[in-house]
T-cell receptor, first 118, second 112 residues
Framework: NAGVTQTPKFQVLKTGQSMTLQCAQDMNHNSMYWYRQDPGMGLRLIYYSASEGTTDKGEVPNGYNVSRLNKREFSLRLESAAPSQTSVYFC?????????????????FGPGTRLTVT | AQSVTQLGSHVSVSEGALVLLRCNYSSSVPPYLFWYVQYPNQGLQLLLKYTSAATLVKGINGFEAEFKKSETSFHLTKPSAHMSDAAEYFCAVGGSQGNLIFGKGTKLSVKP
């Protein structure tokens, strides 16, 4: 049981390049999330997927696209990277069928992708 | 709308001293509250969660938090700090769309 996995762990891009960050979970969770973490800003939600086949914008969606490929996988794409997208990106998942109350909110996080855009 | 405020971006304590990390929330409905810990270069790990079953919640590594509705607070405490507690701590509240809304985090330093 690997939990939430993310690839790659590190990436350096030049301005204007594109890339896709991959995330997978093996906990049979319904919901998946992408966050970015910047010093002093906490975690900010980029996009989330409440269930397979649905995606919604979070707090900071500009410059990003997502795909919920299936129940397990949720990818984040940067079409034209900018230096302002230098950050640490975390994927998380939550919510098994039958979860109630706080269990539906409890999120499990991947180890993160450290992205630098020069 | 739900929100979380963590007072103090940095807290420093001596080894063996009390740890107190402050969190205040705003929520129009009974909240689900969480504390997460992040060790350097790692993802976030759940410390504890408030589910309304009890106001004093015990978590991992000797941490606990008390839900005080009158003060809209959910402060995190540990009686005796250990060097291994040095990390960043995030308070979070359940949002209206099933997501979590995080505070900006408090970095805890532990001095020998």
């Amino acid at each position: 049981n690997a939990g939430v996995t993310q690839t790659p762990k590190f990436q350096v891009l030049k301005t204007g390049q594109s890339m896709t960050l991959q995330c997978a979970q093996d906990m049979n969770h319904n919901s998946m999330y992408w966050y970015r973490q910047d010093p002093g800003m906490g975690l900010r939600l980029i996009y989330y997927s409440a269930s397979e086949g649905t995606t919604d914008k979070g707090e900071v969606p500009n410059g990003y696209n997502v795909s919920r490929l299936n129940k397990r996988e949720f990818s984040l794409r940067l079409e034209s990277a900018a230096p302002s997208q230098t950050s640490v990106y975390f994927c998380a998942s939550s919510g098994r069928q039958g979860d109630l109350g706080a269990g539906t909110y409890e999120q499990y996080f991947g180890p993160g992708t450290r992205l630098t855009v020069t | 709308a739900q929100s979380v405020t963590q007072l103090g971006s940095h807290v420093s304590v001596s080894e063996g001293a009390l740890v107190l990390l402050r969190c205040n929330y705003s929520s129009s409905v009974p909240p689900y509250l969480f504390w997460y810990v992040q060790y350097p270069n790692q993802g976030l790990q759940l410390l504890l969660k408030y589910t309304s079953a009890a106001t004093l919640v015990k978590g991992i590594n000797g941490f606990e938090a008390e839900f005080k509705k009158s003060e809209t607070s959910f402060h995190l405490t540990k009686p005796s700090a250990h060097m291994s507690d040095a990390a960043e701590y995030f308070c979070a509240v359940g949002g209206s769309q099933g997501n979590l809304i995080f505070g900006k985090g408090t970095k805890l330093s532990v001095k020998p």
